[in-house]
């Protein structure tokens, strides 16, 4: 199957992925001034610059391996439209909390790429955290709109083991069998180095002293630029804006909707550490508070005293004293794998399975040259709440790269030939719809050709 339908059709699939960055690149203002309305698809459009945008971002996905025609982009577009337009006539509803939801988790993938949320805003160029949920909320609207409406087309679709088989051999019958890439099946034991109870209650003394000084005349700001272990207080005072509905941790949540306005709360403890919160603002459902966070020491003798006793964890297993699994059980602290054999989920797919040529390239480099069965070292590990551990990882299971096999791959051929059987259905309920539609095209797109009848020509 030649690699530019291939994509195509996965696009066609995965939506929200795909049109996450559509519309982000100038103001609604600016747009329309600079744009000419490319299409009309019942009462949504496609601006050009959407068109240029779109078949930007899909050639950098594919590593510039493929090209694609403005007319090509245009009808993916049109299909996006074609969606979200019947998902509204279908009734299907989208909650405020949903889409939310999928903007914080925007706007994080948006920090981690240009290094912070304000490089983000300046680099799209909108003007402060608002603007860019504002827009963030309508593109992620039509992505969970045009996600169900497929799920609803799809939701009856289902493929038989007679299916699977003849999908199988016609790809191999044509050669077009897929290459899997080698993947890796992993499993961890950890154990947290913590801090001792002095620490603990040295931090928690720190934060009191910090609250009454603050509460004598002192600036919050001022405090916790200067005490405070979060890195984004250099940067905005430590204000932030919270609601119900935003990916800060649980606790820290609960704490700022609990406190009245400009009461300071007292020390507690999340993942993180051990804070205090301010309420600066209440705007609704969103609270604006400002908070100061430290993190106990630990020190030296604690971490090589956790060190030393997975050594002697990872030996007994190696000299049969203990199985992997009853260790996990026995002494892992990680509370994601504990209770799953250890076993570490793709945090992008969900699944227990890694392809090896897409991992971290710090995580490929511990686990790349062992074989099913062998461990890593012990090695020193902090996750992104500061959290200090020590751990080592056991090879469950490994699959190198080979060409599908209807045995070995079943699962994965059949969810191909699932994918295959949605995309046609999603291909003939969207001609159907075409031809009650309401779709303009305008005259600098009328020459194109599209693979489904959008000019609505009798006699095609």
Not at 18 to 26: A, E, K, N, S, V
Not at 288 to 300: A, D, F, T
Not at 345 to 371: C, H, I, Q, W
Not at 422 to 444: G, L, P, Q, V
Request: hydrophobic share 35%.
């Amino acid at each position: 199957m030649p690699q530019k339908i291939t994509i195509l059709k996965y696009i066609k699939i995965l939506p929200v992925i795909t049109f996450l960055f559509i519309g982000l690149q100038t103001t609604n203002a600016q747009k329309v001034k600079i744009d000419g309305v490319a299409v009309v698809v019942g009462k949504n459009i496609v601006l050009d610059s959407d068109i240029a945008k779109f078949k930007q971002e899909v050639e950098l996905r594919s590593e510039g391996k493929v090209t694609f025609t403005k007319c090509e982009m245009l009808e993916e577009l049109m299909q996006q439209k074609l969606l979200s337009h019947h998902a509204v006539i279908d009734s299907v509803t989208v909650t405020d909390d949903e889409v939310n939801m999928s903007v914080e988790r925007s706007v994080e993938y948006f920090a981690s790429q240009f290094g912070s949320v304000d490089k983000a805003i300046k680099a799209y160029g909108f003007n402060d955290l608002d603007d860019l949920k504002a827009e963030l909320y309508n593109v992620q609207k039509e992505n969970k709109l045009v996600e169900k409406e497929q799920n609803k087309i799809t939701e009856k679709v289902d493929v038989t083991p007679e299916e699977v088989r003849l999908y199988y051999n016609g790809l191999k019958k044509d050669g077009e069998l897929p290459e899997f890439t080698a993947e890796v099946e992993l499993a961890q034991i950890v154990l947290n180095a913590e801090p001792t109870k002095e620490e603990n209650d040295k931090v928690i003394a720190e934060l009191n002293q910090l609250k009454q000084e603050i509460l004598d005349g002192a600036s919050f700001r001022m405090k916790a630029v200067i005490n405070s272990k979060d890195p984004g207080v250099t940067q905005n005072g430590g204000r932030m804006e919270v609601t119900k509905e935003s990916n800060y941790i649980k606790e820290f949540k609960e704490v700022s909707f609990q406190l009245d306005l400009n009461q300071i709360s007292e020390p507690f403890k999340t993942a993180f550490g051990y804070h205090i919160i301010q309420l600066h603002e209440i705007k609704g459902n969103t609270r604006v508070v400002s908070h100061i966070l430290l993190q106990p020491e630990i020190p030296e003798s604690r971490l090589k005293e956790t060190q030393d006793k997975l050594e002697s964890i990872k030996q007994d297993i190696k000299d049969g004293k203990i199985t992997f699994d009853e260790a996990v059980k026995k002494y892992s602290m990680d509370d994601d794998s504990k209770n799953n054999a250890g076993l570490i989920l793709n945090p992008y797919t969900g699944e227990s399975k890694f392809d090896l040529t897409r991992m971290d390239p710090a995580f490929y480099a511990r686990v790349n040259d062992l074989k099913t069965g062998e461990m890593t070292d012990v090695f020193y590990d902090e996750n992104r709440e500061g959290l200090k551990m020590y751990k080592f990882i056991l090879m469950k299971e490994r699959t190198d790269t080979h060409t599908a096999d209807i045995v070995q791959d079943y699962v994965k051929i059949q969810d191909l030939a699932l994918k295959k059987k949605k995309e046609e259905t999603i291909e003939k309920w969207s001609k159907d719809k075409i031809k009650d539609t309401y779709i303009k095209i305008s005259e600098d797109h009328a020459s194109c050709k599209f693979e489904k009848n959008w000019k609505k020509d009798a006699n095609k």
